[in-house]
């Protein structure tokens, strides 16, 4: 059975920083690209960074210098350190795992709430 679990969001005041974590079981985790989503209320789902199997890395314009995507293959983890937060940062983020474009699963969220 796959799960991706995430963790580490939270409130935070704007400026400040949170690290979002995504345990993954079930799959052969160095050998899957992932990614961290998130989604707004009344808002599409987002795409806020990526990383390989072979470690590169994509950031949208939006969180660019401010967030970072890594992965430690040997715990099953991808992490987001999100730093000097905004308030329009408030969303459910979500952990996305890919191989091959065939085999794709998520977890189940974690709330993150910037306050201004």
């Known amino acids: 059975q796959v799960q991706l679990v995430e963790s580490g969001g939270g409130l935070v005041q704007a400026g400040g920083s949170l690290r979002l974590s995504c345990a993954a079981s079930?799959?052969?985790?160095?050998?899957?690209?992932m990614g961290w989503y998130r989604q707004a209320p009344g808002k599409q789902r987002e795409l806020v960074a990526s990383?390989?199997?072979?470690?590169?890395?994509n950031y949208p314009d939006s969180v660019k210098g401010r967030f970072t995507i890594s992965r430690e293959n040997a715990k099953n983890t991808v992490y987001l350190q999100m730093n000097s937060l905004k308030p329009e940062d408030t969303a459910v983020y979500y952990c996305k795992g890919v191989l091959y474009t065939k085999y794709i699963y998520w977890g189940q969220g974690t709330q993150v709430t910037v306050s201004s």
């Open positions: 990383i390989t199997a072979g470690g590169n890395t």
């Open positions: 079930g799959i052969n985790f160095s050998i899957y690209d």
